[in-house]
Nanobody, 125 residues
Framework: QVHLVESGGGLVQAGGSLRLACAASGGFVSSYYMGWFRQAPGKEREFVAQIKLSAESTVYADSVKGRFTCSRDNAKNTAYLHMNSLKFEDTAVYYC??????????????????WGQGTQVTVSS
């Protein structure tokens, strides 16, 4: 059973940056595709980004492409979401997720087996 814990959320002004971390236990991030999702108040949870086994292989939602970057540190067993040029509409609870399903659509919540508890990101305009 993989346990994921997100951290790094907080309040930031528009245009600012944050780095979210997703620390794993009970499994190694090096063998999982790590995904990031977010859920704004009153909205459904949506896909943000995914990093595959290779650090160079990533997928991003159009809304964050060019501003957000996924990375992983296998030695720390942690995945990261680097968020730059934050906008008010990026305000949401951010969740990390892990999967060994290397085939299914990375943008679907059902692809992922393990989820963190979420961390709040609030961007002030």
């Amino acid at each position: 059973q993989v346990h994921l814990v997100e951290s790094g959320g907080g309040l930031v002004q528009a245009g600012g940056s944050l780095r979210l971390a997703c620390a794993a236990s009970g499994g190694f991030v090096s063998s999982y595709y790590m995904g990031w999702f977010r859920q704004a108040p009153g909205k459904e949870r949506e896909f943000v980004a995914q990093i595959k086994l290779s650090a160079e292989s990533t997928v991003y939602a159009d809304s964050v492409k060019g501003r957000f970057t996924c990375s992983r540190d296998n030695a720390k067993n942690t995945a990261y979401l680097h968020m730059n040029s934050l906008k008010f509409e990026d305000t949401a609870v951010y969740y990390c997720a892990a999967t060994r399903d290397y085939v299914s659509d990375s943008r679907l919540m059902t692809t992922y087996d393990y989820w963190g508890q979420g961390t709040q990101v609030t961007v002030s305009s």
